[in-house]
């Protein structure tokens, strides 16, 4: 299995995998949250610690500048109890904090006490503390003050909501608390901070004892919950099962989608397949024109790659540019609905430019949810449909026109053989004539050379006449030595009064070196006719400087015959197609001068060939063979 298709296959493992990421990225951000709370709080105990050990330390110095200040007071006065419980020091500092003052002498003799009567304070009992000092000359004044009272007024109130403040020695015991009732142990481990007091607290107003091992202990009475772990174990724990059954129904998902898209592309390709071998053109469109789909078939029969093809608007590249309008026209007639629904004929143009005919049928292109999104046409190439229909147009009247041919023929049989008796009596009459002159004695050398023609061209008509009948007779040409030059002339002389009239300048370049060859003469003759003639005709578009050059010369064993006009040309035609039978250029033409001109020429072996001139003008010219004594003298 290739490696894309077994990354395809495992896609659905990415939503499972990604959510394992992201629940181990929690986890680990709630034990990192977790952690920093914990330094959090444990920052903020040591500050709170160290706060309210600054706080007790100034109440401690505070409360040892006061007695100074008393025992300054009381310098050179008598002791007594009197004297103290008078003193406005002494009960200020037993409001405050102090549990007893008493005035002793150098060898540390009761003076003087207040109060006189102990038990009188609900601190009286457990450790207290003292604070001393000396009364000149030889007196000391001892105070001594509870250390849970220091505890209680000593301490902020803040701190003291928050914690549970305790003096605690190095035995851990508790020497004084902020509480009435301590117990540590019973509501389980609570964060807390021991700071050692600084500075010695006398345990004894009479010696030098001391707390030098006394530390303050902070503990944090209500711990901050820790909601955040518990939510995300909980969220976690829910969270997992949910995305294995998503993963899992997923995949089934997965599954079905692939076998979906299995199934489509197998249609797919069957459609296409079937598309592409279908000989009918599909193309589909919007409502625009814009081309959506077309099928190979199509695409063939425009020489446009699909490629190019989708995505374009009308005007279409496959339309003729002489008829952008028309199709236009319709394609707009179409797009609103109105396409013929037995289809409608019209005329494309092929990538190479040729045109081709088709048949379009229109039909409304509906989505999957019933609604028309545009038109699918078929459509059918009819171009060789439409050339047969032409072809058998063309044969039903050449058949009619071969029907008037045959009967022309016959006519023109019948003519000629009724035509050589009035002609032979035209000879006849006009030799009599010649005689009767001649016997009269008369010498008008204009009227005997008149009757002399007359005779001459009786002559001639009774010649073709013959011609005309051997040729509809079918019998061979008759090949006889004859001089090129002189039928050219004889035929040009029959012309030259036409060809003046329609004010046409002859030109001849006969060459004297062409020798006789054997040729029906009068046959021969027709072909220059006709050929001049079809010259003279084409030159009735030009206005002015009309020509025609008549020629001929030797080209290797065969004698060239050229006509050439300056008129508009072939036009593109090729010599197959002037002399196609039943073909012409004229509007009353037969179609038949030139095929009748190349079989003549043919079946004296020569060859008939047309081409354009340098000028822009037409030039056609025969060849015929030389004979042999004439090749070889």
């Given at each position: 299995m290739k490696?894309?298709?077994?990354?395809?296959?495992?896609?659905?493992?990415?939503?499972?995998?990604?959510?394992?990421?992201?629940?181990g990225g929690v986890l680990a951000w709630v034990r990192a949250n977790g952690v920093e709370e914990q330094e959090l709080q444990r920052q903020t105990l040591i500050s709170d610690a160290l706060s309210a050990e600054v706080q007790l330390r100034a109440r401690i110095d505070d409360e040892q500048t006061y007695l100074r200040q008393l025992a300054a007071g009381l310098a050179g006065q008598t002791p007594s109890s009197a004297v103290l419980a008078a003193h406005p020091e002494v009960n200020a500092g037993l409001?405050?904090?102090?549990?007893?003052?008493?005035?002793?002498?150098?060898?540390?003799?009761?003076?003087?006490?207040?109060?006189?009567?102990?038990?009188?304070?609900r601190y009286e009992d457990g450790l207290s503390l003292h604070l001393t000092a000396r009364v000149a000359p030889d007196g000391v004044l001892v105070v001594r003050y509870a250390p849970a009272l220091l505890l209680k007024r000593g301490v902020p109130w803040w701190l003291a909501r928050k914690y549970d403040v305790q003096l605690?020695?190095?035995?851990?015991?508790?020497?004084?608390?902020?509480?009435?009732?301590?117990l540590r142990a019973a509501q389980g481990p609570r964060p807390s901070y021991r700071i050692a007091l600084p500075g010695p607290l006398r345990a004894s107003p009479l010696t030098e004892a001391t707390l030098a091992d006394a530390a303050l202990e902070l503990t944090l009475r209500e711990p901050v919950?820790?909601?955040?772990?518990?939510?995300?174990?909980?969220l976690v724990a829910g969270f997992l099962p949910l995305i294995a059954v998503a993963s899992w129904l997923l995949r089934r998902q997965m599954r079905q989608v692939q076998r979906a898209e299995v199934t489509g592309r197998t249609e797919a390709a069957w459609r296409r397949a079937m598309e592409d071998s279908a000989l009918v053109a599909l193309r589909a469109r919007d409502f625009d024109g814009r081309l959506l789909y077309v099928n190979r078939t199509f695409c063939d029969m425009v020489g446009l790659p699909a490629e190019q093809l989708v995505g374009l608007v009308p005007p279409m590249p496959y339309w003729p540019p002489d008829a952008l309008?028309?199709?236009?026209?319709?394609?707009?007639?179409?797009?609103?609905?109105?396409?013929?629904?037995?289809?409608?004929?019209?005329?494309?143009?092929h990538s190479s430019g040729r045109l081709l005919d088709v048949m379009v049928f229109e039909s409304p292109l509906v989505d999957a949810g019933g609604r028309q999104i545009g038109w699918m046409g078929s459509i059918i190439d009819i171009t060789e449909r439409k050339q047969l229909e032409e072809r058998e147009r063309r044969?039903?009247?050449?058949?009619?026109?071969?029907?008037?041919?045959?009967?022309?023929?016959?006519?023109?049989?019948?003519?000629?053989?009724?035509?050589?008796?009035?002609?032979?009596?035209?000879?006849?009459?006009?030799a009599g004539v010649t005689n009767s002159l001649a016997k009269l004695g008369v010498q008008d050398e204009l009227v005997l050379g008149a009757l002399q023609r007359l005779g001459q061209q009786a002559a001639h008509a009774g010649r073709i006449v013959a011609r005309i009948r051997e040729f509809l007779t079918r019998r061979e040409p008759r090949h006889e030595p004859c001089d090129l030059n002189e039928v050219i002339s004889a035929a040009l002389d029959l012309l030259k009064r036409d060809l003046q009239r329609r004010g046409i300048a002859l030109e001849l370049a006969l060459s004297p070196q062409v020798p006789p060859v054997l040729a029906d003469a009068v046959l021969i003759e027709q072909?220059?006719?006709?050929?001049?003639?079809?010259?003279a005709d084409a030159l009735l578009a030009r206005e002015g400087g009309r020509r025609i050059a008549v020629g001929s010369r030797l080209a290797g064993d065969f004698v060239r015959i050229d006509v050439s006009d300056n008129g508009p040309g072939l036009q593109g035609r090729r010599i197959e197609q002037l002399c196609a039978p039943f073909y012409s250029t004229k509007a009353e033409g037969m179609g038949m001068g030139l095929a009748i001109c190349r079989s003549i020429v043919e079946a004296h072996q020569g060859i008939l060939d047309a081409s354009d001139t340098a000028s822009?003008?037409?030039?056609?010219?025969?060849?015929?063979?030389l004979s042999r004594e004439s090749v070889h003298g």
């Open positions: 490696p894309r298709e077994i990354l395809s296959r495992s896609l659905w493992l990415a939503p499972l995998v990604l959510s394992l990421i992201f629940v409001r405050r904090l102090w549990l007893s003052v008493t005035w002793l002498d150098a060898r540390n003799r009761v003076l003087a006490e207040v109060p006189e009567q102990a038990g009188a304070n605690v020695d190095s035995a851990d015991q508790v020497i004084a608390s902020s509480t009435d009732s301590p919950p820790d909601g955040v772990r518990p939510l995300a174990l909980v309008d028309e199709l236009t026209e319709r394609n707009r007639r179409n797009l609103a609905g109105h396409a013929p629904r037995e289809g409608f004929e019209a005329r494309w143009r044969q039903v009247e050449t058949l009619a026109h071969n029907a008037r041919l045959t009967m022309l023929g016959e006519v023109a049989s019948t003519l000629a053989h009724e035509l050589n008796q009035p002609l032979t009596a035209i000879a006849s009459y006009g072909v220059v006719i006709n050929l001049v003639r079809n010259a822009g003008g037409a030039l056609f010219s025969f060849s015929l063979p």
